[in-house]
DNA sequence: GTAAAATTTGACCGAACGGTCAGTAAAATT
DNA sequence: AATTTTACTGACCGTTCGGTCAAATTTTAC
């Protein structure tokens, strides 16, 4: 029992060194060296833990989309009613952006290099995709059911996603309110 | 006048190859020999031109900022007319990302270093910041004359710039209707 | 308590990095 | 034509990079 935690532990300091570190440079802006100064270890224990910069960076990701994935999914879970689901989805991703903004970072600085870089991070990249899509699917229910605007789910699924990107946060909130209003047929209330 | 083309000529080499790079890779991906060897010259060529790599940087950036500021209000100068303003506004933004997907991939990626990093790169985040703030003017505009559907300009301008972000450019001209229906209390007609 | 396993360390590696500088060739100036 | 200036080169620099590995230390299993 007291191994488990302490074996976590290093891992997740790792770990949590690199996110924050990554967030805020970037992948190239940040060395080895200065995670295992964040971590408080040497850098041939991350070594040990994680077989390359790759690997680290890989895990980090996936568990950054996982994250993401489970706020908006959880929430929307039980509802049935789909421009409830819709609401939701825009409320929670914008809250995401709003209230984790090293994740939300991280994703707008890296998205680029996962998406369009070589296939070394393959899993990283599906990990990204099958969030979209996932995303995408619940817009393509809206446009079956009627209730989207004329907007393509790619489109709003894209939109979305874009908010990440958005480097004055104090705007967050108009911008949701402008997400559902164009998305949804339906007149939104406050 | 044979001498004016050749310096010119370099220098440009040097530039294009530099930006097309930063584009595809970021900043910290790329390094002063792959520009060299990129441009056909050799690297120390390039610190005879430039300084340093963050200067280079910031005069492609700065270049950059001030063909995507002419691109836009260069087509809006002699309009008077807000809402016609704006929606050319839109319109050419969108544009500009469809059709010079290095220049805006560029953008997309250096952003949040320009805007958050240190003082050394003061220029790039000025050049960057005062663009923003002539588009939010626009909409300031709009604002004044009630032309806008109850978004604050700066989330306008928001949502505009997070327009380079996206990754599917497929969807560019979809969301262009979108931002112009939602911004715009007038009816948008094609 | 002891041996084995796991974790951690320090020293090291070759390659890559941004940058420097003396020398040379070409172009411009006198 | 001689001299000066400009453009370019190759060799070099110290530092940093991602990564390796044997040894030391700590933890675990019995």
Redo the contacts between chains.
Sequence with gaps: MRKEVKDNETKTKIINAARKLFS???F??VSMEDIAQASGVRKSLIYYYFPSKEVLFEEIWINVIDELENDIFSEIEGESNITRVIKKLIKKYIEFVMNKSEIS?LI??E???V??GDNQMGNAKLKYVGLMKKIENVFEKGKQEDVLND??P??AT??I????????K??LK??EE?LM??ILKEKVEH
Excluded at 161 to 168: F, G, L, M, P, T
């Design positions: 805020e440079k970037g190239d802006g970072k707008a600085r998205r680029m290099n998406l369009d907007i393509e790619s489109a894209e939109m996603s874009a908010v990440d990107s958005i480097h004055k104090s705007v108009n911008i402008f209003r164009v």
